[in-house]
């Protein structure tokens, strides 16, 4: 049976565990909102973008443009670059273990052919890193200060993989918010650009565009910034993904040290009774005596 000062020990540091579960808790919940607010002002522009580009890579000659060309023969043997967007920080639940899982199966589905990875967090580098994976680049750090510039370098390290025949393809897994406590695992490919596969009802035609200048200056324009605004749109989703987390695994954290406090409290309460119920019969005992 623990003493009662090795109880008093244990409670009191269960209390300071809690208090800094309550103040990650608070921080995470502080910095969600401007997380949340950031994601969802670039969802909208960035699912509408894709709609379009998808829409004009099936009207147009995917030859008009290097990320619209689809590889083919020896082309698509080439290993794909897989970009896997993981935190910098743990203590946020499964969020990190499910994008690795995920990671993990895509790089198995390629078979001997393994990916080319773009590592953006610490713990996908060091998960990854101690294997022995071909890294193309490495990000780390960059959630504290998230801008644009972010996404531009990464954008600027895939197309130039893929237009230089490098990989065949170009992928990102990163967690998507869904609510507070939900998220989603996304795999996407994001170069070469994917013809629309949704077919129109009927009656519906798909839209017909009109170009001014001429679609290979929009191209060269256009579709390089498309690029950047979906891994812009995948950061900022793994942002308040990660925050969200954090904020549900402190919460779950905080309750259950009040949960053990409460037990220890008790047990503790019980043992002193005990003690004290035990120097009561020795004294009984040692006046019967007399």
Excluded: W
Excluded at 53 to 78: C, I, N
Excluded at 163 to 178: A, C, L, M, P, Q
Excluded at 254 to 282: F, H, P, W
């Amino acid at each position: 049976m623990p003493s009662l000062l090795d109880l008093r020990r244990r409670i009191r540091a269960v209390k300071s565990t809690q208090q800094i579960t309550k103040a990650m808790k608070a921080i995470s919940a502080s910095r969600l909102r401007k997380a949340q607010d950031a994601m969802m002002g670039a969802r909208p522009f960035a699912a509408q973008m894709e709609r379009v580009l998808s829409g004009l890579a099936t009207q147009v000659d995917t030859s008009a443009h290097p990320l619209l060309q689809q590889p083919e023969g020896e082309a698509a043997e080439r290993p794909t670059l897989l970009i896997v967007v993981t935190a910098d920080k743990g203590l946020c639940g499964s969020f990190n273990t499910n994008i690795i899982k995920t990671a993990s199966t895509d790089i198995a589905a390629q078979g001997v052919t393994r990916p080319i990875l773009g590592l953006v967090g610490k713990k996908g580098r060091d998960f990854f890193g101690r294997r022995g994976f071909d890294t193309r680049f490495e990000l780390v750090n960059i959630f504290t200060s998230l801008k644009y510039a972010h996404a531009q370098a990464i954008a600027k390290e895939a197309t130039a993989a893929f237009i230089d025949g490098e990989v065949s393809s170009v992928h990102v897994v990163y967690n998507e918010f869904k609510s507070v406590l939900q998220r989603e695992v996304i795999s996407r490919q994001v170069l070469p650009i994917q013809p629309m596969e949704a077919v129109p009802v009927e009656g519906e035609q798909l839209p017909d565009y009109l170009y001014e200048p001429e679609p290979a200056a929009i191209f060269d324009s256009l579709i390089p910034r498309h690029v950047e605004v979906q891994f812009y749109r995948a950061l900022l989703e793994s942002a308040a993904a990660e925050h969200a987390a954090r904020l549900t695994a402190m919460d779950a954290a905080t309750n259950n040290a009040s949960e053990m406090i409460e037990d220890l409290t008790l047990y503790m309460n019980k043992v002193r009774q005990a003690k004290i119920t035990g120097e009561i019969i020795e004294i009984v005992s040692g006046a019967e005596s007399l």
